[in-house]
């Protein structure tokens, strides 16, 4: 029976690989200074600067491991033309967006009948939760054109500073948040204040490229040279249009702190809800397990694996050796790949783990059992395990 060195190789470097990242937490500890034991500070993260690559590596517990939030939200207001059921799989969308770029991964978005949706957000309190959740933050921008203001258009945009400018009124410019394709916290290099950088898609882009190249035209610190930016109708910058701006980018400014200033990006760049967000209810959820529960449950399981591998060592001697390394390393790769691809690990899913682990066992029982046979029936030992391998697969499947 011949052995793919290849094969071997690559198997090998899966599981350095593995071991690598499942130990990478107590390396992360080392590098920050922190004990070994204990709750960890911090999410550690793996940074290769020279390939741009950065991962959280950890394992993500669920809302019935770690505690959180659990919401039920209702949608009502649509927009006028949209289906019901339409806009609620959009707000499923956006608001699955809206936490995963707030960095609650784990979260679980899901649609509950015509116009509600259930979140679970794990490690979350309802105060954080309300945050992330509770506001459109629709972008609209205007620019100031002579004529009267209307005295109705003025109470809904809510223009605190709108008074000064007699004679001006605001004219949408048909330059919405449905135009924004990204939306980034960053710090103006002048005031080294926290403000919001957008982009625009290419609609977007030609209307506000237009927008300033007209508005540039006319003297500086004018009506007619300003643009107006509102927030939810919330008019949070006037500003100056000194030169044409045709690079498909904007920023926002206006006194955000550095928190403000990633929420709003965060809005921003999850989109528009389609209708307004009524929280229904709500309960701030326990975790099933307390810590010391898991921590009892992890070291049963670590016996029960012992257990299974001292069994296959006194009854198979060598390839017992071999199965029991098999069963390491099956367990330290899904382990890693849990941690890698951030799966969210709730009680079931560590009960088919457990049983992922015991299936591998019966297998590698399978196919040594059909080795033996055909040792018996006087084969060599490299066909007996050809043959053993095929005969127990269907089994295996």
């Given at each position: 029976?011949r052995?793919d ?6 198997i ?8 690598f990242?499942?130990?990478f937490?107590?390396i992360?500890r080392?590098?920050?200074n ?5 709750k960890?500070r911090g999410?550690p993260t ?5 390939l ?14 770690q505690?959180g939030t659990?919401?039920?939200?209702e949608?009502?207001?649509?927009r006028s033309g949209?289906?019901?059921r339409e ?5 499923v969308q956006?608001?699955?967006?809206r936490?995963?770029?707030s960095g609650?991964?784990?979260s ?7 116009n509600?949706?259930l ?8 105060e ?6 509770g506001k459109?933050s629709?972008?609209?921008i205007y620019e100031w054109?002579?004529g009267?203001?209307?005295?109705n258009?003025?109470?809904e945009?809510?223009?605190?500073d ?5 004679g ?8 919405d948040g449905?135009?924004i394709?990204?939306a980034s916290?960053s710090?103006d290099?002048n005031?080294?204040?926290?403000d919001v950088?957008?982009s625009f898609?290419?609609?977007g ?11 540039v035209?006319?003297p500086q ?8 930016i509102?927030i ?7 500003a100056?249009?000194q030169s044409?701006?045709?690079?498909g980018t904007?920023?926002i400014?206006?006194g955000?702190?550095?928190?403000s ?11 528009a809800?389609p ?6 209810s709500s309960?701030?959820v326990?975790?099933?397990l307390?810590?010391s ?9 670590a016996f029960g ?8 060592l006194?009854?198979y ?11 390491l390393?099956y367990?330290?790769i899904a382990l890693?790949i849990?941690k890698?691809f951030?799966?969210?690990l709730t009680?079931a899913?560590l009960?088919?783990?457990?049983l992922s ?9 399978l196919i040594?059992?059909?080795?033996k046979e055909e040792?018996r029936?006087?084969?060599?030992l490299?066909?007996?395990?050809e043959a053993?391998?095929r005969?127990a697969?269907?089994?295996?499947r």
């Amino acid at each position: 029976m011949r052995v793919d060195r290849r094969l071997l190789f690559l198997i090998g470097i899966i599981a350095l690989l593995a071991l690598f990242i499942d130990g990478f937490a107590y390396i992360y500890r080392s590098a920050t200074n922190q004990p070994l034991t204990g709750k960890i500070r911090g999410i550690p993260t793996l940074n290769i600067g020279f390939l741009g690559f950065s991962q959280q590596i950890y394992v993500h517990k669920g809302l019935d491991l770690q505690g959180g939030t659990h919401l039920e939200l209702e949608i009502t207001n649509v927009r006028s033309g949209t289906p019901v059921r339409e806009a609620r799989d959009i707000a499923v969308q956006i608001v699955e967006r809206r936490v995963n770029s707030s960095g609650y991964a784990e979260s679980v978005v899901r649609p509950e009948g015509d116009n509600r949706i259930l979140v679970e957000l794990p490690g979350v309190n309802l105060e954080q939760a309300k945050q992330i959740l509770g506001k459109t933050s629709y972008l609209t921008i205007y620019e100031w054109v002579p004529g009267t203001p209307d005295a109705n258009i003025l109470k809904e945009l809510n223009p605190t500073d709108a008074n000064k400018y007699q004679g001006f009124k605001p004219q949408f410019t048909n330059i919405d948040g449905s135009m924004i394709t990204s939306a980034s916290r960053s710090t103006d290099p002048n005031t080294n204040l926290p403000d919001v950088q957008f982009s625009f898609n290419n609609t977007g882009n030609d209307r506000f490229c237009n927008l300033t190249r007209d508005r540039v035209s006319h003297p500086q610190g004018t009506p007619e040279n300003k643009i107006a930016i509102f927030i939810d109708k919330d008019l949070v910058e006037d500003a100056n249009v000194q030169s044409e701006i045709c690079g498909g980018t904007g920023i926002i400014t206006g006194g955000f702190t550095a928190a403000s200033a990633q929420a709003l990006a965060v809005q921003l760049n999850s989109g528009a809800l389609p209708g307004t967000i009524t929280l229904v209810s709500s309960t701030e959820v326990g975790a099933t397990l307390g810590a010391s529960t898991v921590k009892l449950s992890l070291l049963a399981g670590a016996f029960g694996l012992a257990i299974i591998i001292l069994f296959m060592l006194l009854y198979y001697r060598l390839p017992g050796v071999v199965a029991s390394v098999a069963l390491l390393l099956y367990a330290a790769i899904a382990l890693a790949i849990f941690k890698i691809f951030g799966v969210t690990l709730t009680l079931a899913g560590l009960a088919g783990f457990i049983l992922s682990v015991g299936m591998a066992v019966d297998a590698n029982v399978l196919i040594f059992e059909r080795v033996k046979e055909e040792l018996r029936a006087g084969r060599t030992l490299g066909a007996s395990m050809e043959a053993g391998v095929r005969r127990a697969w269907p089994a295996i499947r």
